[in-house]
């Protein structure tokens, strides 16, 4: 009867066994996948933060290229005009136009 019992408990190990083995199995698969996602919004992170940067630096230029602009010869834009504005350089008379960037 002891002999009976103890099989019983080895069978009703195994079976817990086995259902941790798929656990783990079934965890494993979703750590990768989680991983996986995690390195793929890593790198889109990095990319919007290089893209936010580069729009800084444009915008930073854009504005000194406005501020310097007005300096020297300010010219009012028609409220028409949201792509390009003009500006006349010091030793020119024709104005030069510069594109803006749209977002």
């Given at each position: 009867?002891?002999?009976?019992?103890?099989?019983?408990?080895i069978?009703?190990?195994?079976?817990?066994?086995?259902?941790?083995?798929a656990?783990?199995?079934?965890?494993?698969?979703?750590?990768r996948?989680?991983?996986?996602?995690?390195?793929?919004?890593?790198?889109?992170?990095?990319?919007?933060?290089?893209?936010?940067?580069?729009l800084?630096?444009?915008n930073?230029?854009?504005?000194w290229k406005?501020?310097?602009g007005?300096?020297?010869?300010?010219?009012?834009?028609?409220?028409?005009?949201?792509?390009?504005?003009y500006?006349?350089?010091?030793?020119?008379s024709?104005?030069?136009?510069?594109?803006?960037?749209?977002?």
């Open positions: 009867e002891r002999n009976l019992k103890l099989e019983e408990k069978t009703m190990l195994q079976q817990q066994n086995e259902e941790l083995r656990r783990i199995e079934q965890n494993t698969v979703i750590t996948q989680l991983s996986e996602e995690n390195a793929n919004l890593q790198e889109y992170v990095e990319k919007e933060v290089e893209e936010k940067k580069k800084s630096r444009t930073e230029e854009l504005l406005l501020q310097e007005d300096a020297v010869s300010p010219v009012k834009l028609p409220p028409t005009s949201p792509t390009s504005f500006r006349c350089s010091s030793g020119n024709s104005p030069a136009k510069v594109r803006t960037l749209r977002r």
